[in-house]
């Protein structure tokens, strides 16, 4: 085989693989007997998940409104204080980040902190952020790379990917007493195309949205409408 043995990745695809072939109806026979011959050869990696793979989890506590109170409470803040977020908050949001779930387990997204000199270049291109946008300390743009599609038609996907990834990093923000709002990113391919040559950023990489950062205002006044479900 290509990996050792000992790879931490060769014991994830044994893992995945396994219960691939004990729960999958496979019709191709020579693929069916190179899994079977692959699992005999590797079974001494049983007991080694901590490197990944498949694992059984305990029912989530459905009763439990702690998520409730953070999807609550979390509003679009256009007030932010002159404060910078500390390194510790981005490194809690980055170990969870991967936790977001993706097609396939892929995990495509990633965000880019906008440097303080490049931010005003950025929102003259989005402007979509005029009247608050210029004065929030921290913006950071939300990327997916299209490299882990297949295909043009599968790299539709990334839109979905992104929102996702999104939505679960300003609650993760949110967690860390960080307020957030979208900044959209409807623009043109030409106005794309010189944000990443600003921003560096490769032309496999897919711009989501930008988002901006940063701690509220004590009393933070903010749009509402009814939620009310009729």
């Known amino acids: 085989y290509f990996l050792k043995k000992q790879d931490p990745i060769y014991s994830s695809i044994y893992s995945c693989l396994k219960e691939y072939f004990v729960h ?13 011959k692959f699992i005999s050869s590797s079974i001494f990696l049983d007991h080694q998940t901590e490197n990944g793979g498949t694992k059984i989890i305990d029912i989530f506590d459905r009763h439990n409104d702690t998520l409730i109170n953070l999807i609550s409470s979390r509003v679009s803040c256009r007030d932010f204080v002159n404060k910078s ?3 510790k908050v981005f490194k809690y949001v980055e170990a969870y980040q991967n936790h977001i779930p993706t097609v396939c387990n892929r995990q495509p997204c990633s965000f880019l902190v906008i440097p303080k000199d490049m931010q005003k270049k950025i929102l003259d291109l989005q402007k979509g952020g005029i009247g608050f946008a210029e004065h929030n300390p921290t913006i950071i743009v939300i990327l997916c790379d299209l490299r882990f599609f297949a295909s043009g038609n599968e790299r539709n996907q990334c839109f979905f990917e992104m929102g996702t990834f999104a939505y679960n ?5 949110q967690n860390q007493g960080v307020s957030s709002c979208y900044l959209n990113w409807c623009t043109t391919p030409a106005v794309d195309l010189k944000a990443k040559k600003l921003l560096r950023i490769g032309n496999n990489f897919k711009i ?10 004590k009393k933070l006044k903010t749009a509402y409408s009814s939620r009310s479900i009729k």
């Not at 999958?24 to 079977?36: G, Q, T």
């Not at 990093?169 to 923000?173: K, T």
């Open 24 to 36: 999958s109806a496979i019709d191709d026979i020579n693929f069916k007997k190179f899994l079977k």
């Open 85 to 87: 977020i500390p390194k």
């Open 169 to 173: 990093l300003s609650l993760l923000f």
């Open 208 to 217: 989501g949205t930008l988002m901006a950062i940063g701690y509220r205002s």
